[in-house]
């Protein structure tokens, strides 16, 4: 009887920041993980970085040597090209950049919205970084994300209209 009540309880305590989670909607809830999410350092367990500087240092303490000297040699459009699905893959995953990370939020602000542009653009610095070119993060972002834009103006200018609907308004 003692552990029914406290199951009782326990769940009266619950019940209220349940219902307050069901009224969210997904976008709401989405925004208010996210907004929790871009100030963690950590994210299960994981080092975040803050910016694009503190992500080249990890990028360098994590990279092999004998991989730093390969990846250094190849262009760089080649390398960001050949990564993308590999070390890219990596970034967005343990960065967290689907679900917003304090480092995706920093290449938001820069201007580098879709999780693999801010991918591209990691590996492009860490790229520029061991040949000791000028970075350029900001118009790195901005050339992906135009490249983006006009690949989707391309697909929507092929594209056909399935069905095409005209809502009148209520007087």
């Not at 975040?48 to 390969?70: E, F, H, M, S």
């Not at 820069?110 to 520029?128: E, F, M």
């Amino acid at each position: 009887m003692k552990k029914l009540i406290l199951c009782l309880f326990v769940f009266a305590l619950i019940s209220p920041s349940l219902k307050a989670q069901e009224s969210l909607s997904k976008e709401e809830q989405f925004q208010k993980n996210y907004n929790k999410r871009i100030k963690k350092e950590r994210l299960y367990g994981v080092y975040i970085p803050k910016d694009v500087p503190d992500a080249i240092a990890q990028l360098n303490k994590l990279t092999p040597r004998d991989a730093k000297t390969a990846f250094r040699g190849v262009p760089e459009e080649v390398a960001v090209t050949k990564l993308h699905f590999s070390l890219g893959r990596w970034i967005i995953h343990n960065w967290g950049f689907y679900e917003g990370s304090r480092l995706s939020h920093h290449l938001k602000k820069i201007g580098a919205n879709h999780p693999d542009d801010q991918a591209k653009v990691l590996i492009t610095a860490y790229h520029r970084y061991l040949n000791k070119n000028p970075l350029e993060v900001k118009k790195v972002a901005d050339f992906y994300t135009e490249k983006r834009r006009k690949e989707y103006e391309e697909k929507k200018k092929k594209g056909t209209v399935l069905s095409k609907e005209i809502k009148k308004k209520d007087n």
